[in-house]
């Protein structure tokens, strides 16, 4: 996915630029990069590649150089960002998150009328941020320019533009990722994740409305643009697995809610007879930790880590792209507490379970180490669809996500017309496809929460939720 951190300040914003983009790094795995302007230097601009290498190591020489009041900085899961731009509008650097559906159909407009040229990247794809600054640049003000590309760009659009003399914050139009807005006695700064700025010396001033716009100074927040609250559809996934333990969105803690999503899971299981004989509740490191410890705060069973997740040299944020050496690489980060292990019966609880590839993998590891029983709680319902407006859940086919091909191999093309009942674990279709998945991962049992669970959870009202990868409603 990806995340982005921006500060105006009345001293130098290139430490703090600095350490709040690094704060996001648990965000992407590709890209990392920063723009600070100062009059004398002008723009100064650096990107880098954190696929082997940490964020912060691959810019703490660039900052020496650097010099200014105002800047922005960005973790991309895909294009090198920020871009510098130049067009009617004047000198930007511009950075985004989210994911533009209709990318070449934008591109082939612009070609068509003759009205800009595109640099590719080795992808042979227009960086998504150019396309982003051409759609601006098609009107008078920055304002109405961002308008006009949220109205056009299919998909999500949250962007930062780094001026001459401000920060322009743009939450997309159904507010399906965050922005926060943090103040301190020297300025603003504008982030992703809220708790990236907590450290810095800021306090929060006020989370982005979906659609607004607002320029940013040391001085002041103004709206250029009204947000509507009513179109408000927050990726659910942000609780369950991306957002940060500490990070806040919407007034909701993300550890809280998977505390309190974990309990309600087992509250099911007690309330339906399903609860396991257990030794132990475990989480599958990292996200799914916390949704394991209210399950067994709430169910009685121990909580117990029968194996740890070693980090030190290969953590999340840099992993390497050969999908051969990242399959090695996870197997060689999990260390297992032989003594926590063995002759036990033992209930993990994840996040998710996407392709059902890696799982299997951990359920062959607590096996070949001496586990009796392996049962399963997911942190969420079956994902279904394959996610159109972020980059979690992407796949070249749905078929690769593991409930949807085996809803295909029972029933073809007519299975997704039964996808309410395969999610429902009562009726027969959905204890079918549970059977099924633990046939193939090898599970005691397995059970999923239900979408009602999840927005309990959160808190949230259902229709302020974007739950697409589940049930496939959209706006």
């Not at 650096?46 to 020496?64: A, L, M, V, W, Y």
């Not at 920020?82 to 000198?91: A, E, N």
């Not at 972020?390 to 997704?416: C, K, P, Q, W």
């Amino acid at each position: 996915m990806g995340g982005f951190f921006g500060a105006a300040l009345k001293r130098s914003c290139v430490e703090d630029v600095f350490f709040g983009t690094d704060y996001h790094s648990h965000l992407g795995t590709r890209r990392g990069g920063m723009t600070v302007y100062s009059p004398e230097k002008g723009f100064q601009r650096g990107i880098h590649s954190i696929e082997n290498s940490p964020f912060r190591t691959k810019f703490e020489q660039d900052i020496e150089g650097m010099s200014g009041n105002i800047g922005i900085g960005c973790i991309s899961d895909t294009d090198p960002q920020p871009i510098l731009l130049r067009s009617k509008l004047g000198s930007i650097a511009v950075c985004n998150i989210g994911i533009i559906n209709n990318a070449d159909e934008l591109c082939d407009e612009f070609f068509d009328s003759r009205l800009a040229s595109f640099e590719t990247m080795s992808s042979s794809k227009v960086n998504s941020s150019a396309l982003i600054g051409a759609l601006i640049a098609q009107k008078d003000s920055f304002a109405e320019g961002i308008r006009y590309a949220q109205d056009r760009i299919d998909g999500t659009m949250s962007l930062l533009i780094l001026t001459e003399d401000c920060i322009i914050a743009a939450r997309d139009k159904y507010g399906r990722l965050p922005i926060i807005i943090g103040k301190s006695d020297d300025g603003y700064c504008v982030s992703f994740e809220s708790f990236a700025f907590q450290k810095l010396g800021y306090k929060t001033y006020r989370e982005l409305q979906p659609a607004e716009i607002v320029k940013i100074t040391a001085d002041s927040v103004e709206v250029i643009g009204e947000g509507n609250p009513d179109n408000l559809r927050i990726c659910t996934f942000l609780w369950t697995y991306y957002g940060y333990p500490n990070s806040v969105y919407e007034g909701v803690n993300v550890e809280v809610m998977r505390a309190r999503n974990g309990q309600i899971m087992a509250e099911y299981d007690i309330e339906n007879g399903t609860l396991p004989d257990v030794d132990y509740v475990c989480g599958v490191p990292d996200s799914g930790i916390p949704h394991a410890i209210g399950y067994a705060n709430r169910s009685g069973i121990p909580f117990a880590r029968p194996f740890i997740k070693y980090t030190p040299t290969w953590p999340r944020s840099f992993m390497p792209q050969s999908q051969a050496m990242r399959n090695k690489v996870a197997k060689m980060k999990l260390i297992p507490v032989h003594e926590l292990i063995e002759g036990k019966k033992l209930l993990f609880v994840d996040d998710s379970i996407v392709r059902g590839t890696q799982m299997r993998e951990t359920v062959e590891f607590l096996y070949e180490n001496g586990a009796k029983e392996v049962h399963m709680r997911s942190a969420c319902p079956p994902i279904m669809y394959g996610c159109k407006y972020l980059n979690f859940s992407r796949s070249t086919s749905e078929l690769d996500l593991i409930a949807r091909r085996i809803i295909h191999e029972y029933e073809g093309e007519e299975g997704v017309k039964y996808i309410r009942e395969y999610a429902d674990s009562k009726t027969e279709r959905g204890k079918r496809l549970r059977d099924e998945i633990c046939r193939r991962l090898k599970l005691t049992s397995l059970e999923f929460q239900f979408l009602e669970g999840t927005e309990k959870a959160v808190g949230l009202p259902e229709c302020k939720l974007c739950t697409y990868c589940w049930n496939g409603k959209q706006d």
